[in-house]
């Protein structure tokens, strides 16, 4: 049965990291990642300390997702505008900046809820530009019979740093925050020197005007490709509802009884699971069934939320978010391989930025959502109605998207060849 889904390569399993730009961006990448990790770790515990209220670590996200939401088309069309590396640069330094702020308002006892909610904002305005310019630089990077390792390897890099990031943040954390944030400043630091590194020119400088109608072009571009729509809008609508991960300091605190420690092991289960699935994809790629493929991770992570939601003990809850974030990693490789080899590169920053205007509803709104049912309903029943929602939209994509059901090899020449069929077809 794995044969059939999955292709070993030994040979290219890590092809990627045969090339310099590529090594460098990872590790910018991946320092910048674990820098911003260790940084909400610390904001999220320090905010439920703070207010105990499950309401505002909800806002925790709203402030992260409302700069995506408002500038995610602005951001596209200047990461097809000008050099990449240029706008991740000055994000990273704008976030190493409110960290610096975050250390110095917690050493002086003068951090407050809404002072936290305001730096968020700049956090958010610096993801805003920095997720389409990183996302449509990767292919750039390796040639075109490697863009699905690199994809892999980003993804894995990512989550290493997911993992890393809260676990070591909830080690620190019982020395106070203010270490969190000190440590965090150092890796943004490190990550802005890595990513000044990558001397990359291929990128195609997109000509056109910065005018509404090229500002709109990659959301048309996304809404005219229904595989498109039905990637991006699955992850969406999925983990907007089975956005449980933002009541972990409930669940630590109030339901398993762990602390802080077991509070740093809840997330960074979530992301070993993710990270696990990951590293597979990099050795045993999808070459098969790759749109049911992504409709079934989306059922498992359902199911594997109505679990953890439910559960009391916190072997069955670790069992649950391992399996949440394996799930949730091969969603990731699919969409990622669809949304950056189908684009063509002068548009990838603006395909890039509707992409993570979706990806940040689905983690960062997701977060809002489940603190405020978390609050009207309770955090269990907000939790396993998540859950149950999640399998509905898995559901009902593949009832409403034959389209994106029939997708089968994301092999760059085979995807786009089954990709132009589909289209003639509708």
């Given at each position: 049965m794995l044969s059939n889904l999955f292709k070993i390569n030994s040979v290219t399993g890590r092809a990627a990291f045969n090339h310099a730009d590529y090594r460098y961006f990872w590790l910018a990448r991946l320092l910048g990642v674990l820098a911003i990790e260790m940084q909400i770790t610390a904001i999220s515990w320090q905010v439920y300390q703070l207010t105990g209220e499950a309401l505002d670590l909800g806002l925790v996200g709203l402030a992260q997702f409302l700069p995506f939401l408002i500038l995610f088309l602005v951001s596209g069309s200047l990461a097809d505008r000008f050099k990449r590396t240029h706008i991740m640069s000055v994000c990273v330094i704008l976030q190493t900046i409110c960290g610096i702020i975050f250390f110095a308002l917690t050493?002086?006892?003068?951090?407050?809820?809404?002072?936290?909610?305001?730096?968020?904002?700049?956090?958010?305005?610096?993801?805003?530009?920095?997720s389409p310019a990183q996302s449509a630089i990767v292919p750039l990077l390796v040639p075109k019979e490697h863009v699905a390792n690199a994809i892999a390897w980003t993804s894995s890099g990512f989550q290493m740093s997911r993992i890393a990031g809260p676990g070591i943040a909830g080690i620190m954390i019982i020395s106070g925050?203010?270490?969190?944030?000190?440590?965090?400043?150092?890796?943004?630091?490190?990550?802005?020197?890595?990513?000044?590194?990558?001397?990359?020119?291929?990128?195609?400088?997109?000509?056109?005007?910065?005018n509404l109608k090229n500002i709109f072009n990659g959301l048309e571009f996304v809404l005219k490709r229904q595989i498109l729509v039905g990637?991006?809008?699955?992850?969406l609508f999925a983990v907007l509802l089975g956005g449980a991960t933002a009541l972990l300091p409930i669940f630590a605190t109030d339901i398993l009884n762990v602390g802080s420690t077991g509070f740093g092991a809840l997330r960074a289960t979530h992301m070993i699971g993710a990270l696990s699935g990951a590293l597979l994809l990099t050795q045993y790629p999808i070459t098969r069934f790759a749109g049911k493929s992504l409709l079934l991770s989306v059922v498992v992570f359902g199911l594997a939320i109505i679990i953890f939601g439910l559960s009391t003990y916190f072997w069955l809850s670790i069992a649950a978010l391992f399996i949440i974030g394996s799930a949730d990693s091969v969603?990731?490789?699919i969409r990622?391989?669809?949304?950056?080899?189908?684009?063509?590169?002068?548009?990838?920053g603006r395909v890039s930025a509707v992409s993570a205007v979706f990806i940040g509803a689905s983690n960062e709104l997701g977060e809002l959502e489940s603190g405020v049912t978390a609050h009207f309903w309770g955090t269990v029943p907000a939790v396993v109605v998540g859950g149950i929602g999640t399998i509905a939209i898995a559901g009902l994509f593949a009832y409403k998207l034959p389209e994106l059901r029939r997708v089968n090899?994301?092999?760059p020449d085979d995807l786009i060849e089954k990709y132009q069929k589909l289209e003639t077809q509708t």
């Open positions: 050493v002086n006892g003068e951090i407050n809820f809404l002072t936290i909610f305001i730096i968020l904002i700049f956090v958010g305005i610096a993801r805003a530009f920095q925050e203010e270490l969190v944030y000190a440590t965090s400043i150092i890796l943004f630091i490190l990550s802005t020197i890595f990513t000044l590194l990558i001397k990359t020119n291929t990128q195609t400088i997109s000509k056109t005007p910065i990637a991006i809008g699955l992850d969603s990731v490789f990622n391989n669809l949304v950056q080899i189908i684009t063509p590169d002068q548009m990838r090899s994301l092999d």
